[in-house]
């Protein structure tokens, strides 16, 4: 059981406890936090004081990973200028000579839907660019489309999770989308682990609505994270209202 989880909120003294009990609780889940404190890694300097009380915190737990965010801006950002972000979330733990700040991967934002080879071309050299970097723990590389890719044009072969459904919860229920996700995984031929779904807009539903909720996203893919928050470009600035049910319902489902 995983969650995928956009540690965006900014790190004042109490605001990432709730991530800390619910790994704390739920051991058996494995959380992969995706840390944005720049809009990306900070170039040409360090994160500010708060991220680094709290970032090396998160090591204290070992069912959590992180990852660093890097928006590819759908492949339009220079390769160099990405390739620099990659090397500057690499090279925080001997900046800050602490091995706590450390990240195990990058969550490439704003990643293509649609296939294209000189898109494709640039993704493989920032996944290369991930493989090869030592300082990066677990090399993880994860994309975010947000949408459902094409079952035969498509990057998943450059990377290790891809994010196949960033929408709202309403969206989600459509009948042909929803069945679309359920059975991806097998159309692709690729295990549950090597996707990921993000809910955001979930209204206020009841509990058993909740768990159904939680069961059919596990049997889509292996990654899950939700949010009650409706307003755009703030979905996952906040431990929405739904955050502790949800981690409940996770838990034991």
């Given at each position: 059981m995983s969650v995928l989880l956009p540690l965006y909120m900014y790190p004042w003294p109490g605001t990432w406890d709730p991530l800390y009990w619910a790994a704390n609780v739920n051991p058996q889940v494995q959380f992969t936090v995706i840390l944005n404190p720049c809009s990306g890694p900070c170039v040409n300097s360090t994160?500010?004081?708060?991220?680094?009380?709290?970032?090396?915190?998160?090591?204290?737990?070992p069912n959590i990973r992180?990852?660093?965010?890097?928006?590819t801006n759908y492949t339009n950002k220079p390769i160099d200028d990405l390739i620099n972000e990659i090397h500057t979330y690499?090279?925080?733990?001997?900046?800050?000579?602490?091995?706590?700040?450390a990240v195990d991967g990058i969550f490439f934002d704003e990643t293509p839907g649609a296939y294209d080879w000189q898109?494709?071309?640039?993704?493989?050299?920032?996944?290369d660019e991930v493989k090869r970097s030592e300082m990066l723990g677990q090399r993880i590389v994860v994309h975010n489309p947000g949408v459902l890719p094409d079952i035969t044009w498509n990057y998943l072969d450059i990377t290790d999770i891809t994010v196949i459904w960033e929408e709202t919860f309403t969206n989600?229920?459509?009948?042909?989308?929803?069945?679309?996700?359920?059975?991806?995984?097998?159309?692709?031929?690729?295990?549950?682990?090597?996707?990921?779904?993000?809910?955001?807009?979930?209204?206020?539903?009841?509990?058993?609505?909740?768990?159904?909720?939680?069961a059919q996203l596990k049997e889509m893919v292996e990654w899950n994270f939700i949010s009650s928050v409706s307003q755009?470009?703030?979905?996952?600035?906040?431990?929405?209202s739904v955050f502790g049910k949800f981690m409940e319902a996770y838990g034991k489902t």
């Open positions: 994160p500010e004081a708060p991220y680094l009380i709290e970032m090396p915190r998160l090591r204290e737990w992180t990852l660093g965010y890097v928006a690499a090279n925080w733990s001997s900046i800050l000579n602490d091995t706590r700040m898109k494709h071309a640039y993704l493989t050299q920032a996944h989600w229920l459509d009948r042909t989308k929803f069945n679309r996700l359920k059975n991806f995984h097998n159309t692709t031929n690729l295990p549950k682990s090597a996707f990921a779904i993000m809910l955001h807009s979930i209204p206020d539903i009841p509990d058993e609505l909740l768990e159904w909720t939680v755009a470009g703030e979905y996952w600035h906040s431990f929405s």
